[in-house]
């Protein structure tokens, strides 16, 4: 081969020129601001874990005054009526949800997709029904659904999502997380709801849906270790999407230990919790009695607006009872 | 204002000159950390803690007519850092995105991953940067003499690999 068919074959590699200044750009700055890391800080951070997984059993769950709020605010409130809806608001806000009108109707139901987003962390679709939907034994009304048809390999590919009463019908909200390494930038999510109130059916849809442009900071020296149980913490990255920041991390421990890694505790600089959505398993590998977990956690607001600085810990239980426990550790936050 | 004024102004701590000399290579740089690493996302990686690392360490830069070959020495180091980890969180899905990405480009790609780590680098500096053999040298801090032998030796099994000398599966090995 010569020099000119290689550069020539090489120079079909496509550039995302915007990517790339900014990549240079948040270099520079990261460079710019660098800082020796404050030394850790000792304490306890209260753990956020019951809380979250509240969050993530279901959609139905609502914080009081937050749904009172919302419900008094028009349209929107029909669809984000719940805490963990905080994204699709927010967006909704910026004029950064897609509107769509796909409709598919069975045994006398109607249901259309009005809207959808991706923060870049985040997807989330909006939806109506019209038709006679049967309230389930405790009083509430339900859909069930299923993305990418249902495959296992997905989490909550089949899930249960609250539905609200409304003048004209119903309206509810699906959101979920992408926990795959690489976050696509475009796809068509193929989405069936399979059961309305208390019939069976079949809806189906091919929702499209964009990433809105998600901005990622590279994290150096954001590690910490349990000496004794040879658990280690290692940050990797912090994406910010438009109301949404997902902080990639990954743990390491012995093979044999009987650890459990469950999730990242945030918290601002003083300790106080900052609640998160989700946080899932990227990939998991073993390698010469170590496990590595990549995981990504998303936490429902842009924290670099409101933070220059957090501190994280995992939340790693020995034998599903014992915390293990750790000095958190600070992130400084780039803007 | 040319390259060396920029270097020296970015010495001086000013960030924009540098973010100007970056972006005048820019292409360059992402195009040489892709055949790297082999997708968008850890190409954009690469060149972001290139920026990273090469303004927090500029002041270290003795000669500024050597500034790109610096620059090139540190996105390398960057890219294998991103490959080192990789050896150890490969997955299947990111194999899946190369071959999407970019079929023309794949068979270049293929042949170049399995050329010895230090073929790899005399390759690319010398077919894709136009490096001269005392540059490549510099940049790989090895002797001139050494780099031709790299450069001969590289040739010959990209070629091999690229007309289907060796047969699947088969790597080269020195």
Redesign the interface.
């Known amino acids: 081969m010569d020099k000119h068919t290689f550069r020539e074959r090489v120079d079909k590699i496509d550039i995302p020129d915007a990517d790339v200044l900014q990549a240079i750009k948040i270099g520079v700055n990261r460079a710019k601001s660098a800082q020796i890391l404050p030394s850790r800080k000792k304490g306890k951070i209260v753990t956020s874990l019951v809380i979250a997984a509240s969050l993530l059993l279901t959609s139905s769950f609502v914080v009081p005054s937050f749904s009172h709020a919302l419900a008094d605010t028009p349209f929107i409130g029909d669809f984000y009526n719940s805490f963990n809806k905080m994204i699709g608001r927010n967006l909704e806000k910026q004029n950064l949800v897609t509107k769509l009108n796909q409709t598919a109707t069975d045994r006398g139901i109607d249901v259309k997709i009005n809207g959808a987003y991706y923060d870049g962390n985040v997807i989330g679709f909006n939806f109506n029904i019209n038709g006679s939907v049967l309230k389930s034994s405790d009083e509430r009304y339900y859909a069930k659904y299923k993305l990418f048809e249902g495959n296992p390999l997905i989490n909550d590919s089949i899930e249960i999502t609250e539905i609200s009463k409304t003048k004209n019908g119903f309206s509810g909200n699906i959101q979920f997380y992408n926990f795959s390494k690489e976050l696509s930038k475009d796809m068509d999510i193929p989405l069936s709801f399979i059961k309305i109130g208390e019939k069976e059916g079949q809806w189906d849809f091919n929702v499209p849906i964009q990433q809105i442009h998600a901005t990622k900071f590279l994290v150096k020296n954001v590690k910490g270790k349990n000496e004794k149980e040879n658990v280690s913490i290692n940050v990797t990255s912090i994406m910010n999407g438009k109301a949404s920041t997902a902080i990639n991390y990954q743990v390491s421990y012995p093979i044999n230990r009987n650890l459990q890694v469950h999730a990242l505790e945030v918290s601002d600089e003083n300790g106080k919790d900052i609640p998160m959505l989700s946080d899932g398993v990227i990939q998991k590998k073993e390698k010469n009695s170590t496990v590595t977990v990549e995981r990504r956690i998303v936490i429902p607001q842009v924290l670099n607006e409101t933070y220059s600085k957090i501190l994280v810990k995992p939340f790693v239980l020995q034998n599903n009872t014992n915390e293990v426990d750790f000095s958190p550790v600070a992130i400084n936050l780039e803007k | 204002m040319d390259d060396i004024q920029l270097v020296k102004l970015a010495k001086e701590g000013d960030?924009n000159a540098?973010?100007q000399l970056?972006?005048k290579y820019?292409?360059q740089?992402?195009?040489t950390a892709?055949?790297y690493v082999g997708?968008?996302?850890d190409a954009?990686?690469v060149?972001?803690?290139?920026?990273?690392?090469?303004?927090?360490s500029i002041g270290k830069l003795k000669n500024e007519a050597y500034f790109l070959t610096w620059l090139t020495r540190i996105l390398i180091n960057c890219a294998n850092a991103v490959l080192k980890k990789r050896q150890?969180?490969e997955?299947i899905?990111?194999v899946t995105?190369l071959v999407k990405e970019?079929t023309?480009?794949i068979?270049?790609k293929e042949a170049v991953d399995q050329l010895q780590e230090n073929y790899q680098t005399a390759?690319i500096l010398?077919?894709?940067h136009d490096l001269s053999i005392k540059h490549i040298a510099k940049t790989m801090e090895i002797p001139e003499n050494t780099v031709k032998t790299y450069l001969s030796r590289g040739?010959k099994h990209?070629?091999k690999l690229?007309e289907g000398g060796f047969t699947n599966g088969q790597t080269y090995i020195s």
Do not use: P
């Open positions: 960030a540098f973010e970056l972006a820019s292409e740089l992402y195009r892709y055949i997708n968008r996302e954009l990686d060149v972001q803690e290139t920026a990273y690392q090469s303004f927090g150890i969180h997955s899905d990111e995105l970019n023309n480009y068979e270049v390759i010398f077919y894709y040739r990209l070629k690229i």
